[in-house]
Nanobody
Framework: QVQLVESGGGLVQPGGALRLSCEAS????????MGWYRQAPGMQRELIAS???????YYVDSVKGRFTISRDSVESTVYLQMNSLKPEDTAVYYC??????????????WGRGTLVTVSS
C-alpha cells in the first residue's frame, strides 16, 4: 500500500559527495518518521539517520558532521546528503519509513535499496 522509491546511489571517490533521495507514495494517513539504513558487505543493517514528524533528527556517530537528512515541504520525500565520503561508507542504503496508513495503526516500509560505492 505504501511504496518507497530510492535513487542517487553510485560510485564516488573518497572525499566526494552524493545525495540520496526517497519518495514515499501510496495510502498514507501520516508519516511518523523516515530514515536511512545501510548494510555493508558482511555486516548487519544499521540505522544511520532519521527524521521524525516533529523534525527531530538522529545520526549515528560515524556519519555525524558528514551526512545530513532532510525532507521536502510536504514531508513525503527524504534526502540524505553525504559529504566527505569514506570507503567504509560503502554499503547498500535503504530508505525506511514508519507510517500510519490509516488512523488506526502504524506500519514499517522499506525501499529496495541503492548501492553506494566509495572507492578510488
Amino acid at each position: 500500500q505504501v511504496q518507497l522509491v530510492e535513487s542517487g546511489g553510485g560510485l564516488v571517490q573518497p572525499g566526494g559527495a552524493l545525495r540520496l533521495s526517497c519518495e514515499a507514495s501510496g495510502s498514507i494517513y501520516s508519516i511518523n518518521s523516515m530514515g536511512w539504513y545501510r548494510q555493508a558487505p558482511g555486516m548487519q543493517r544499521e540505522l544511520i539517520a532519521s527524521i521524525n514528524s516533529g523534525g527531530s533528527t538522529y545520526y549515528v556517530d560515524s556519519v555525524k558532521g558528514r551526512f545530513t537528512i532532510s525532507r521536502d515541504s510536504v514531508e513525503s520525500t527524504v534526502y540524505l546528503q553525504m559529504n566527505s565520503l569514506k570507503p567504509e561508507d560503502t554499503a547498500v542504503y535503504y530508505c525506511h519509513t514508519n507510517v500510519n496508513p490509516t488512523y488506526y495503526y502504524a506500519m514499517d516500509y522499506w525501499g529496495r535499496g541503492t548501492l553506494v560505492t566509495v572507492s578510488s
